[in-house]
């Protein structure tokens, strides 16, 4: 007996990552790509909007419609910080497991929706990072920071992207902040001359953003000690960097029954 292919519905499909989990999920063949979510292109193929011919799969405008119609059992999302906590309520809700590389959920949010999964007994995934090398750099990250607690975070990303500071950013901030004593770090009369000079305060440290375009996605964390410094740098070149992770995601999200943050919980 064959297993029955996933199927999955992509909000967001045709922006930068949803095309190429668009091709993924066409790639795979236990994969089945069922409706894409888009306010504007409700009916038109999602194919042919990005440039991969007819797949006889249609945008739908409403994400409720398309869940109901379509029935899948994960929905992907990639979309906005303003959309994708009501993404992951009606996903919940109607038992599709999301998963999720939207970022711009607080950590508060993030617990809301582990309650709300808990609840209907639903699995899912919230990953700000789906590349193996990030996940990696927050794991080196947060290694170093017991024994080098100076430490700054800079992250550098393509300039139409919406948050800052990064999802990344973040996550590898309370990864060091859960092994590292708190403290203001720096002169304590430290003066910015020009407002946001030293970057987003977060538990005594600091996270700088830099936005340009020719940028994908890259995080340098630097670590300061008396006569030494380490930085752990990771860059993204290209977003293929991440389908590994969302394919591994989408398999592994049909066994959970809890909703997972990060991907490091789905690795070995
Ligand atoms: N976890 C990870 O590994 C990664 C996460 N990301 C994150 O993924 C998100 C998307 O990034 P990126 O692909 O670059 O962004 P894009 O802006 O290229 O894509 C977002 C897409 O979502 C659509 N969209 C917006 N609101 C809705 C809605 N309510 N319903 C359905 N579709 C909607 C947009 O359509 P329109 O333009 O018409 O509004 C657009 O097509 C960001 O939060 C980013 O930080 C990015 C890379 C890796
Ligand atoms: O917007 C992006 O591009 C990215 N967003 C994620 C984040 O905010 O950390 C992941 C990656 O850095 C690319």
Partial sequence: MTDKPIRVAVAGAKGRMGREVVKLLVQESD??????????????????TIGLG????????????A???????????????AAVRRHVEVALDRGVRPVVGTTG????EVEELARRAQMRGVGGVIAPNFAIGAVLMMK?????????PHVEI????????????????????????RVRAEFRQGHPD????????????????????????????HQEVLFGGEGQLLTIRHDALSRSCFMPGVALAIRRV????RLVYGLEHLLD
């Fill in 31 to 48: 994969f089945a790509f069922v409706v894409g979510i888009d306010a504007r292109l409700d009916g038109v193929d999602v194919g042919t």
């Fill in 54 to 65: 007819e797949l006889g799969v249609p945008f739908v405008r409403d994400l409720e419609r």
């Fill in 67 to 81: 869940l109901d119609v379509y029935k899948p059992d994960v929905l992907v999302d990639f979309t906005t910080p």
């Fill in 105 to 108: 959920l607080s950590e508060a």
């Fill in 140 to 148: 080196f990250a947060q290694m170093a920071a017991k024994y080098l």
């Fill in 154 to 177: 800079i992250e550098l990303h393509h300039d139409q992207k919406l948050d800052a500071p990064s999802g990344t950013a973040l996550k590898t901030a309370e990864g060091i902040q």
């Fill in 190 to 217: 430290e003066t910015e001359l020009l407002e946001g000079a030293r970057g987003a305060y977060v538990g005594g440290f600091r996270i700088h953003s830099v936005r340009l375009p020719g940028l994908v996605a």
């Fill in 254 to 257: 049909m066994t959970l029954d």
